[in-house]
């Protein structure tokens, strides 16, 4: 018999089983995946660490 694996969802900590039945995992939701896009898209988050491009190669004029 196989373990059934539960995660929690990134976001808003709702549990869901990973499997095929959650196709936005380890989100629960779409509303949840596109929230924390939203979040890298802001900047909101961040992976620490220097730059992979150096600040001359940067465009701010987004």
């Known amino acids: 018999m196989k373990k059934t694996t539960i995660v929690q969802c990134p976001n808003c900590k709702t549990s869901i089983e990973w499997s095929d039945k959650h196709p936005h995992r380890p989100f629960c939701s779409q509303r ?30 987004f």
């Open 32 to 61: 949840c995946q596109q929230i924390d896009f939203g979040d890298w898209a802001k900047e909101s988050f961040t992976i620490a660490g220097e730059t992979a491009l150096g600040s001359e190669l940067m465009d701010d004029d």
